[in-house]
């Protein structure tokens, strides 16, 4: 008896060292030779790899594996010792298979990130899908080594739970679907600028998981919106507007009513040396006069036809935005007036800028605008704008004056 636990002991023994060596040689050897060969590569995708120590935990799988080989043959003489070692080797390489998968899967997602493939796709959702997928594996395998019963057998089992699962869990299976969803419908990708008022969410996506859509906004704030929202509530994605490569301004000023009026001879010679209204002036001229020609009594301008200073003004902008360097000219160009309102005529522009940066895109709306107006007095027209205070108290002074004047 004690010439057998003696032969066991020593078996056992033996199967460690020989483990630890094949562990030395895998670790020391392969991995590192493989280490060294990956530091010299010029590609950089196994850096990421080599950073996020796949090799090395797989190297823990060899000493195992011999171990499963050997131990049990150490044992043969205690048959219960030797299948509860074998169960508790094999549960120990199911965990260290499925970290070492984690490990890739991490560094598969590092990798996307590095070659901007995340922002086409949500990687990180499908490597989290993955995850959770492999976690169940794992967990039934683990339970039917150590229960000694086949997967099969638990399988049949999750129907009965799966309704207690879906109420206790109903926020999270949600959250689980709609990422999916986003997932595969590309709604969301980091780097879109999404805007949802409902949560204050107004800034670039960061990250997208499967529960929860990660969002910086301009402030450099923070927030975190459900991934079932983004599918149950409405909000706005910006991305096409990125890959399209124009930004849309769409603004309109109110002209006062009162300062519309025909041009005159005077201020049709003026504004003939204008460079973008030579041609219009020419060509519109000839056309009004073809007109007047036909028409009786021509000389009331209630008969005939005459140029409007607030046309021409839409007839310089519109020339003036089709040679501008920063509109965009393969997108919609309209200067259009809109329904009059109470303060007066809107001129509403709706171009697009060939630069979809934010600051660019205000500097150019703003140089746009900034001229605009400028050159209103060149054509008689006023922009509206309500009276002021010192507006008030001017007239006031003008009037007290006047009364102080006749009395």
């Known amino acids: 008896m004690v010439s057998e636990n003696?032969?066991?002991?020593?078996?056992?023994?033996?199967?460690?060292?020989?483990?630890?060596?094949?562990?030395?040689?895998?670790?020391?050897?392969?991995?590192?030779?493989?280490?060294?060969?990956i530091k010299h590569s010029k590609v950089s995708w196994d850096d990421i790899f080599m950073r996020h120590q796949v090799l090395e935990k797989m190297a823990l799988l060899a000493p195992l594996f011999v171990l499963s080989l050997l131990v049990p043959l150490a044992l043969s003489g205690s048959p219960l010792l030797s299948m509860l070692t074998d169960r508790l080797l094999q549960f120990t390489i199911v965990i260290l298979v499925i970290?070492?998968?984690?490990?890739?899967?991490?560094?598969?997602?590092k990798v996307?990130?590095?070659?901007?493939?995340s922002?086409?796709?949500?990687?990180?959702?499908?490597?989290?899908?993955?995850?959770?997928?492999?976690?169940?594996?794992?967990?039934?395998?683990?339970?039917?080594?150590?229960?000694?019963?086949?997967?099969?057998?638990?399988?049949?089992?999750?129907?009965?739970?799966?309704?207690?699962?879906?109420?206790?869990?109903?926020d999270t299976i949600l959250g689980f679907v709609a990422g999916i969803q986003l997932a595969a419908n590309r709604m969301v990708s980091p780097g879109d600028w999404i805007q949802m008022d409902k949560y204050g969410a107004d800034g670039s996506v960061e990250e997208v998981s499967l529960t929860t859509v990660k969002v910086r906004n301009w402030d450099q704030t923070i927030t975190m919106v459900p991934a079932y929202?983004?599918?149950?509530?409405?909000?706005?994605?910006?991305?096409?507007?990125?890959?399209?490569?124009?930004?849309?301004?769409?603004?309109?000023?109110?002209?006062d009513s009162q300062s519309i009026k025909f041009i005159s001879d005077e201020d049709k010679l003026r504004l003939a040396k204008v460079n973008h209204l030579?041609?219009?002036?020419?060509?519109k001229t000839t056309e009004i006069d073809e007109f007047n020609a036909k028409v009786s009594d021509a000389g009331m301008r209630v008969n005939s036809r005459h140029l409007t200073n607030i046309g021409t003004f839409r007839a310089y902008m519109v020339h003036f935005l089709r040679n501008h360097p920063n509109v965009h000219q393969k997108m919609t160009l309209l200067v259009r007036q809109l329904a009059p309102v109470s303060e007066g005529i809107p001129i509403e522009i709706y171009v697009f800028t060939n630069d979809t940066r934010w600051d660019v895109y205000e500097d150019i709306q703003a140089d746009i605008f900034d001229h605009i107006y400028a050159i209103l007095p060149e054509f008689g027209l006023r922009a509206f704008q309500a009276p002021s205070g010192a507006d008030l108290r001017s007239l006031h002074s003008v009037t007290g004056h006047t009364q102080a004047t006749k009395i």
Not at 229 to 255: C, H, P, Q, T, Y
Not at 278 to 283: A, E, G, I, P, V
Request: with cysteine; aromatic share 10%; net charge positive.
């Open 6 to 37: 003696l032969v066991t002991g020593i078996s056992i023994l033996g199967s460690l060292l020989f483990a630890l060596i094949v562990y030395l040689i895998v670790r020391r050897v392969i991995v590192r030779t493989v280490n060294l060969v």
């Open 229 to 255: 929202a983004l599918v149950s509530d409405a909000f706005k994605n910006w991305r096409g507007m990125s890959e399209s490569g124009g930004r849309r301004i769409k603004r309109a000023l109110i002209i």
């Open 99 to 109: 970290r070492v998968i984690y490990s890739a899967l991490d560094a598969a997602n």
């Open 112 to 117: 996307a990130d590095f070659n901007l493939v």
């Open 278 to 283: 030579k041609d219009y002036l020419t060509s």
């Open 119 to 170: 922002r086409r796709l949500p990687i990180k959702s499908f490597v989290q899908l993955l995850k959770l997928f492999l976690f169940f594996i794992a967990i039934i395998i683990c339970v039917s080594i150590l229960s000694d019963q086949s997967p099969v057998y638990f399988l049949s089992g999750l129907g009965v739970a799966t309704g207690l699962v879906m109420l206790v869990f109903k």
